[in-house]
């Protein structure tokens, strides 16, 4: 039995999920997103790490939580001038809050992936690997990927030639071959040593 379940059978609602993605990229904001599932809703059996699942599925899922009625989404981007200014440990953590902030519906219990929880205004609970094991981090962790990726197609558009649609930012050699051959851009994390070393 997930911890989720532990405390729904023990009348503990709302609670969210909370997940991040891009905490390794090299470009790009960190994403983050906090889900409320209603008990009962056949979307929990549907909830799994996004990393475990193929993109064009990733993709339907959610479309599947941010337009169902029984769920409540919350998401928050942090960019990269504040990655740069406090690091992006703490840039995570603050994105995590807002998204917390941003549900419409104050939880009484957060469930937090990893072992880092953030300054929220409720009980809350770090689960390692609870993007595997809890039906609403899962939602949470999707949501938070396909936002992220999304961002930075839009953003190969902007800034062409480094590859942002295929590798989202992270450390590829492709993705460094492109910042030795172009310089970095202006959404590149300035901050992280192997950016710095590359211009």
Same mark, same amino acid.
């Given at each position: 039995?997930?911890i989720?379940?532990? $405390?729904?059978?023990? *009348? @503990?609602?709302?609670?969210? =999920?909370?997940?991040?993605?891009?905490r =390794?990229p090299?470009? *790009?904001?960190?994403? %983050?997103?906090? @889900?409320?599932?209603?008990?009962?809703? #056949?979307?929990?059996?549907?909830?799994?790490d996004?990393? +475990?699942?193929?993109p064009?599925?990733?993709e !339907? $899922?959610?479309? $599947?939580?941010?337009?169902?009625?029984?769920?409540?989404? *919350?998401?928050?981007?942090?960019?990269?001038?504040?990655?740069?200014?406090?690091?992006?440990? +703490? %840039?995570?953590? @603050?994105?995590?809050?807002?998204?917390?902030?941003? $549900?419409?519906?104050?939880?009484?219990?957060?469930?937090? /992936?990893?072992?880092?929880?953030?300054?929220?205004?409720? /009980?809350?609970?770090?689960?390692?690997?609870?993007?595997?094991? #809890?039906?609403?981090?899962?939602a949470?962790?999707?949501?938070?990927?396909?936002? &992220?990726?999304?961002?930075?197609? !839009?953003?190969?558009?902007?800034?062409?030639?480094?590859?942002?649609? &295929?590798?989202? *930012?992270?450390?590829?050699?492709?993705?460094?071959?492109?910042?030795? &051959? +172009?310089?970095?851009?202006?959404?590149?994390?300035?901050?992280?040593?192997?950016?710095? &070393?590359?211009?």
């Amino acid at each position: 039995m997930s911890i989720e379940e532990t $405390l729904l059978e023990k *009348g @503990v609602w709302p609670i969210c =999920g909370v997940d991040e993605a891009g905490r =390794g990229p090299l470009a *790009g904001p960190v994403a %983050a997103a906090a @889900v409320i599932i209603t008990p009962g809703s #056949e979307i929990r059996r549907q909830m799994k790490d996004s990393k +475990q699942i193929a993109p064009a599925k990733r993709e !339907r $899922l959610y479309e $599947l939580i941010i337009h169902s009625p029984n769920i409540y989404v *919350g998401i928050s981007l942090v960019d990269v001038l504040i990655i740069d200014e406090i690091n992006i440990r +703490q %840039a995570t953590l @603050v994105a995590m809050k807002n998204a917390v902030s941003k $549900l419409g519906l104050k939880p009484a219990c957060a469930l937090i /992936d990893g072992n880092a929880i953030p300054d929220l205004p409720c /009980d809350s609970i770090a689960v390692v690997k609870g993007d595997i094991t #809890e039906p609403s981090i899962s939602a949470a962790s999707i949501v938070a990927k396909v936002t &992220r990726d999304r961002y930075m197609i !839009r953003m190969d558009r902007i800034y062409p030639g480094y590859g942002f649609a &295929r590798h989202k *930012g992270y450390p590829t050699s492709g993705h460094y071959a492109a910042i030795r &051959r +172009q310089g970095i851009s202006p959404i590149h994390r300035r901050s992280f040593k192997c950016v710095r &070393r590359e211009y």
